[in-house]
């Protein structure tokens, strides 16, 4: 049996928002998971992606989600690749949305025919957005770097979650 590790996360700041660039050199970053549910948007290449049980590829201007608490992995054919990373704390997120912890939020790559696949393109194109203004140095950058992360989630919320009361089955 493999084994599976948790990730410490570091505060992630007064929003409960970690935005950061990632450029890994490690071909494998094995199972693992935290308490801070993570958007990864692929930069440039391909990976493997595996949550739990299920494997698919993630390639360059797509972005996967990993719940908080949600096992996953990633795999790399190429020596460097790059991400854009979001870390969110859904405790902290409750000032936004006061039961987000009873949403599981699932969003991975979708064909163009599915029928979300507008929904999920416009978080891509979020997503680049949001790159686009966490390489910028302006004053207001941070700012609307967590103002494109709120609207993300809110994304998220409407179109790639399921709503699971306690005492429910998911």
Known sequence: MK???????HPLGNLGLKISMAALESPHIPMHWHDAMEILFCLNGEVTIQIDHEAFL???????????????SIQSASPLYMFLCIHMDKKQMALYCPDLELYHIQCQPL??????STEYLTLCQLARDLTRSSIKKESTSTMRSDGIALLMLSDLIQSFSVYAPLGTAT
């Open 3 to 9: 084994t599976v590790y948790h990730e410490a996360m």
């Open 58 to 72: 993630l390639s360059r201007n797509q972005l996967v989600v990993f719940d908080s608490k949600e096992m996953h």
């Open 111 to 116: 064909p163009l025919d599915h029928p979300k």
